[in-house]
Every structure is written in structure tokens, then in C-alpha cells.
């Protein structure tokens, strides 16, 4: 989780967080193979924040199951903090997941019924953490994503930026070593959208690791590093040119009142 000083801890490193190797996944539909990824290769270090951009079809949907541990590749390697991942027995890869990665999806995907807190803690459920430790954890998740007084209030009680926030916390509870983001504003209007970007922006700064998967290159501005897939393969990886810095352009939005929103 994030510290009490608002920083994410250390974590020993021995190079790139991650680092994909002539990656490949390959379809079997029927007697039709499908090459979703061909041979992809590149590395990502610790405290980036990177947007991932390409149509249908491209093989960045696949590409972000592989990180997730969600896919296994046909060919090459996947290693995420030393650990190479395409060797893993599917349990292995559930720990990995519940351990060092948050999702962030596009429909928030919280439990209608159940408190902001209670949805933050259900990672937590099945590890060997406290009732006690688990709720302090929460409510300083939920303070990272500015909604430290909301801990209380049901999805139905939020508006929709702020049960994307709720979504952020809940990947942030398990200190991740990387937030996997797909979509996360699709869903979204446009100032809700730079609202969730500035709360990425935030945490990014604190140290946390940020992969986003996005078709509005808008959206990709803010990411400090745009990769670009295309027919299975990396069509362009480069830094962002001035990054879109969310704070400021909400200073220059209209501003809603999200209580009317819930």
C-alpha cells in the first residue's frame, strides 16, 4: 500500500520492472490460426507511465492479458520482477496477479450493494491480513484517490468519476508493483475523464508504475511514454512530447457539481 507519507515503498529491483522478450500468441480458430501478437519486444521500468494505443485488431487487448497474467504467450518471454511469468502453473499466476498487479477496467465493475470501503477491501479477502489491518488499508487507499469521505457511500451514492476512483483504490489496496488500466475513461464524460487522468498523474508521481490502454490519443497525452501496436507488432514507442498535465486543464474546465451526478 501507499505509505503513510504518501510515497509508494521501495521495492528491490535488479533492472526493468518489466521486460518482454520476441513475444508471440498465436489462435487456433479452427483450422485458422490467428497471430494476435508477432514477436513484440520491449522493456518498462519501474515509475513509468505508459499508454498503450492501436485499433481492433491490433493485439494490445492480448498484449495487456499477457501482463495481467490473465494469457500466456505462444512463444518468447514475459518477465515481471525477475520472475518469468510463461513458466508459472495457473496458481502461481493468481498469486502473481492478486500480488503485484491492480486492474482498473472500464466499467469499474464494483459491487452494487456493498460500501466504497468494502468493495476496496475485497483483494484483500483471502490474504492473511487482519479485519482491522485490511480497513486501514482501505481508507488509505481511498484517501490517495481523494475520497477519503466517501468511505461510506455505495456506487449508487457516487457519481461516475468517483466510482472509477473507488476502482483505482481497490487496484492501489494489494501495493502493486503495476495498475494495469484498460479503458478506465471510456465511460466516462470529458471532465470526469481528465479528473481520473489527474488521479493517475498523482499516483504516478508518488512512484506507482501505470499501464494504460486507450483508443483517445487525448488520453494517451498524459501518459509520459505512447507504444502503439498495429497487425501484432509495435508500430512506434516514444516518449510523449509534453505531457498533458490533467491539474491544469481542469483549472481551465468548467466545474461540476458531482453531487448532482449521484
Known sequence: MIGTDGTAPERPSNGHLIRIEHLAKTYQLGEV??????????????????AIMGASGSGKSTFMNILGCLDKPTRGTYTLEDIEV?????????????RSIGFVFQGFNLLSRTSAIENVELPLLYSSTTQKDRHQ????????????DRVHHFPN????????????ARALVNDPSIVLADEPTGNLDSRTSVEVMDVFQQLNQKGITILLVT?????????????????GKIRSDRPTTDPRVASTILKEMPAIDEEDDE
Request: proline letters at 1%; a positive charge.
Open 215 to 231: 483508443h483517445e490519443p487525448d488520453i494517451a497525452s498524459f501518459a509520459k511514454r505512447q507504444i502503439v501496436f498495429r497487425d
Open 157 to 168: 451514492q457516487l457519481s461516475g468519476g468517483q466510482q472509477q476512483r473507488v476502482a483505482v
Open 33 to 50: 490460426e490467428v497471430h494476435a501478437l508477432r514477436g513484440v519486444s520491449l522493456t518498462i521500468s519501474r515509475g513509468e507511465f505508459v
Open 137 to 148: 488499508r482501505a481508507i488509505r487507499a481511498l484517501e490517495a484517490v481523494g475520497l477519503g
Open 86 to 98: 510463461g513458466k508459472l502453473s495457473r496458481d502461481e499466476l493468481a498469486q502473481i496477479r492478486n
